[in-house]
Every structure is written in C-alpha cells, then in structure tokens.
C-alpha cells in the first residue's frame, strides 16, 4: 500500500469503530431523532435540512439501526472472544495470586523488551529469574528479587538444569515468559543454515523446553501463566522476514495447542496463557527499514509499551489475546479475506523490508 492508502485506511478503520460502531453514540442519535425531546429535535431539524425531508429521515433512522445492530453485535463478539481466551472463566483469578509471593522466569530478560519486563514486575513486588546468554545490565544489577541465570534457552539439558537452580533458589516459578527472540531481514536465499537453526531455536523450540521444564510445577499446583510473545508477523508472512515470520506463526500454533492440552488433557484451569502479538516495535529489528515504514504510515511502538501490556496481563490474573497497538488485531482476520486483499497487504509491507534489505 502507499502511505496515503495506509493513512486513509488507518482513518477510516478508526472512524468505523470508534463513531460508526459505538452503541452508545448510535442509539443516542436514534433516540433523539425519534423519541427526543420535542424542543431538541427541532433545533436539529432546522439546521439539517435532510431531516425535514420524511423519506431521508427514515432512511438515516434506518441506518443508524443497522449501525445500532452491528455495533451491539461487535461488542457482543468482542467480549465472548475474551471469555473463550479465558477459558470461559468469567471471572479472573486475582484471588489465587498474591504477587509478592509469585516467582516469574522471564527468557531474554538482559536487554529489549525483556529488560523492561523484568523491572515492571520487579515493581509489582514479584521475585524475577532472568535467563539470557548475555550479562545482567547494569539497570537490573542490586535488586534482590532478581536473579540471573546464564542460561543458552535453545540447549534443552540448559533449561532444565537452570530450572532445578531456580527451584532451589526461588522456589518453584509461576510466570513464565517466554520472550527471548532473534531476526534479521534477509532473503530465503540469503539465509545461512546455521542462522536458520538458531533463529527456530531461539524464537520457537526454546518454548517447548521452558514450558516442559516448568509447567510440571503448575500443574501440580494448578496454578501458572505462561506468556508467549509472538508478533503479527504471526498472521502475515513477506518477503525478506520468511524465516522469522515462519517462527512466530509455529509460536502460535504451540500456544493455541498448549491451551488445548491444558483444557483437554491437563484439565488445568488454574494455569493461565497469554499470546502478545506487537507489531512494528522500536527495536534495533526494524533500523534498516524504518524510514520507509515511517514514509508508509505503518504504526511503529515503544518497547515499553509492550512490556507495560505484558506486566498488565500477569497483574490481570486473566488469559487472553494482546495485540499492540489494538488497531492491528484486524490483521488475525487476513487469512479470511479475499487473496487479492491480502497479496496487497503484503506488497506493501514486502516493498518496505525489501528497501532496507537492499541498503544492508
């Protein structure tokens, strides 16, 4: 898409949701034009001369119904998508936690978004193991719920080793958070097997070890929530991201099957999931092409903003599906849109990756 298109696309998709949509908008003005107070309705009807004319009022009445109807609906849908990512639990479970009493894993927690998640849970008083390859930053040196553990995620003896450090550290984790993740933008004939390796093993495999190495706990207790940071690029694959966009769609697929495993076979209610799905995020990721995507008018956030979204849901107590910013959570509905919607959506996209693959 151009930059203009995207614009009048990211206007219109606001407009229709925000004002078209909102049921308490569209009924105040079905209730004005037909049941208002009489003085009222007459200022309107004297300044707006369609509403005189019977034919255009009953049309526009007619349409703020079918608007009344859908936004109702919308709201309706929206609140049973986030009971049945809750396990159709209608209530969260803030009475089984006690943050301060809670132990959190958090895997890439040295620098990023991870760095920030750990210092706001820190600040919600719960005891936090960082594991990283890389050295414990200075901003989360001296603070005595945290812990470091050197750790190599995508070594599955690594994992369940640390994991027994931990449990005789800390005592058994609550939280986990699987946030570690690596990309780079290159072509499918420019990956190199070796980085092919690494990028599925860090950003997908790592997931099945920590989860395998502290779900036992859980389950036992009947007590956890486990936080995978996937991305939109889960939804969406293009050119020059092949790699890194394969690995965020497989993190879904586990999350969704870890869920299914939980309900079906675990028969586990009490462990809660949570998919976190940025999109553009400030990160070292997107340098070589960020001017373009600036120039596109693709909505690029803070890093923070993902790690405050990410405590939030650990201080919810509740399940669910987190896209960042909200308006890109139309972007799960691609795959049911017509093919020549989405080649176009990914075009755009493509073009801009692809630019800052050519000046590397």
């Not at 949509?21 to 003005?29: D, F, I, K, Q, R």
């Not at 193991?129 to 930053?137: R, T």
């Not at 995508?154 to 640390?162: D, E, R």
């Amino acid at each position: 898409m151009s930059a203009t298109a995207q614009r009048i696309t990211n206007l219109v998709s606001l407009s229709v949701s925000h004002i078209a949509l909102n049921p308490v908008l569209t009924a105040s003005l079905l209730w004005v034009l037909t049941k208002g107070p009489p003085q009222v309705r007459e200022r309107l009807f004297a300044r707006f001369a369609s509403l005189r004319d019977t034919v255009k009022l009953n049309q526009i009445v007619k349409s703020l119904k079918w608007l009344l109807a859908l936004g109702l609906l919308k709201n309706v849908n929206k609140y049973l998508n986030s009971v049945a990512l809750n396990a159709y639990r209608l209530k969260s479970e803030k009475k089984n936690w006690d943050l301060n009493k809670e132990v959190a894993v958090v895997t890439g927690g040295c620098s990023g978004i991870g760095e920030l998640t750990v210092r706001g849970l820190v600040k919600k008083g719960v005891r936090v193991a960082v594991l990283d390859i890389q050295q414990l930053p200075a901003s989360l040196q001296g603070y005595a719920n945290i812990k470091f553990f050197a750790c190599d995620i995508t070594n599955p003896s690594a994992v369940n080793s640390t994991a027994e450090r931990i449990r005789e550290t800390l005592g058994s984790p609550t939280i986990l958070i699987n946030n570690a993740g690596v990309a780079t933008a290159h072509t499918i004939l420019e990956t190199s097997d070796e980085w092919l390796k690494k990028i599925f093993e860090v950003n997908l495999l790592s997931n099945w070890y920590t989860v395998k190495a502290f779900l036992p706990d859980m389950l036992t207790k009947n007590k956890g929530h486990i936080v995978t940071v996937a991305s939109t690029a889960s939804f969406i694959s293009v050119a020059g991201m092949t790699d890194y966009c394969s690995t965020k769609a497989g993190v879904l697929s586990f999350h969704e099957g870890l869920n299914q495993e939980l309900k079906h076979r675990h028969k586990a209610p009490g462990i809660l999931t949570t998919s976190v799905h940025p999109n553009w995020a400030n990160t070292p990721l997107i340098k070589s092409w960020e001017v373009a995507l600036r120039a596109q008018g693709a909505p690029i956030i803070e890093p923070q903003t993902v790690a405050d979204a990410i405590v939030a849901s650990i201080v919810s107590a509740s399940s669910g599906q987190v896209f960042l910013p909200h308006s890109v959570s139309t972007i799960s509905h691609l795959r049911g849109l017509p093919n020549w919607f989405q080649e176009r959506l990914r075009d755009g996209t493509s073009k801009s990756v692809l630019q800052g693959v050519s000046e590397t």
